[in-house]
């Protein structure tokens, strides 16, 4: 079947979005000639530029306001492109809501999604899979398997240019032992004590020969220079100073990254960069962790983990022993290992 118009829909997290990459690659293999566009909220746009299998970005603000002018908005917006199949991985009402309303007369998502019963075809969300997988499997009724199934992102030459301007500055030079460290997330269950991210990140100066950034958005800043501020050997923070494809262009340079289960795990996937990702309130059973081969999961098992899907703001138990139990010492191993 061929369709001329196909509408994506993933209006969640950057990581989110990084994960659907796989799958624009795949639609654009599997309709080669269709016009295909992605709706996504404006702190994830920067994901998609420079994405040569998409003639179009949409961007829908959904805190633009708090009434239905913004929904009837982009419900219009889309209406008036005529698409004639949306692919919605994302498992919210509200993006199946956005679909129907705008009369696009295939509609494919998950069964789990708060809005599948305004699907026209429903596809099984398996939870043992992993996510970039779980999005393919909505292709799965056009009988494509792709080869490379990995995500994606396309930093340009000036990101590039931008990013070895600022190690430079700091004398870090492209084949230096560069590690990116990422210390921050939304979610306070999921980061691991920031002291020992400082103490790895020293260790790795003074015993393996590292030169340490520190990754990560304008809210992961205050963060990152707090941690800074007790070491006696300063790493080069970036965090606040790059946008999502110039942390890409950083992370192409690191021999590692050192991640929470936050947005730098995926982007070190797509950058092809080897992970070490600290789970606690999460596990990786979930389907966000690190895609590939060759990445270190550092956790600890315990009855309460996990205590939901994106962790909470504060310990359920009061010990917060899922982060606390982990040392400075295996990850700083599992760090040098990959040097």
């Known amino acids: ?65 708090k009434g239905a002018g913004e929904f009837l908005r982009i419900v219009k917006r889309i209406a008036e492109r005529k698409f004639d199949l949306a692919m919605i ?37 398996h939870d043992n899979m992993h996510e970039v997988d779980r999005n393919l499997s909505l292709l799965s009724d056009f009988n494509h398997l792709p080869e490379n199934r990995g995500p994606e992102l396309f930093p340009s030459f000036e990101d590039f240019f931008y990013v070895r ?42 015993k393996a020969g590292a030169k340490v950034i520190f990754l990560g958005s304008e809210e992961d800043r205050n963060l990152c220079e707090r941690i800074a501020g007790s070491m006696e050997k300063k790493p080069k923070i970036l965090a606040g100073e790059t946008n999502i494809l110039q942390s890409a262009a950083a992370v192409s340079f690191c021999k590692v990254i050192l991640s929470n289960d936050s947005a730098p795990v995926h982007i070190a996937s797509a950058m092809r960069r080897p992970v070490v990702a600290i789970f606690g309130s999460t596990i990786p059973e979930f389907g966000f962790a690190p895609y590939g081969r060759g990445h270190v999961i550092v956790q600890k098992k315990m009855d309460c983990r996990p205590c939901g899907i994106h962790g909470k703001r504060r310990c359920s138990e009061k010990h917060f022993r899922c982060m606390k139990d982990i040392t400075t010492e295996e990850v700083f191993e599992a760090v040098r290992s990959f040097l």
């Open 1 to 65: 079947m061929r369709y001329k118009r196909i509408l994506i829909v993933q209006t969640a997290f950057i990581g989110d979005v990084i994960l659907s990459t796989p799958l624009v690659r795949s639609i654009r293999k599997t309709f080669p000639d269709s016009f295909i566009s992605f709706l996504l909220i404006p702190q994830t746009k920067e994901v998609l530029a420079n994405n040569p299998h998409l003639n179009e970005v949409l961007v829908y603000d959904k805190r633009r306001n």
């Open 165 to 206: 301007q600022l190690l430079s500055e700091c004398g870090i030079k492209e084949d230096d032992k560069i590690v990116g460290i990422a210390p921050g997330s939304v979610w306070p269950t999921k980061r691991w004590i920031s002291e020992r991210f400082g103490e790895v990140s020293q260790l790795l100066m003074e």
């Open 89 to 125: 991985p994302h498992r919210s009402l509200r993006s199946a809501l956005l679909a129907y309303l705008s009369r696009i007369p295939e509609r494919i998502g998950f069964d789990k999604s708060a809005g599948s019963f305004l699907f026209t075809r429903r596809l099984v969300y």
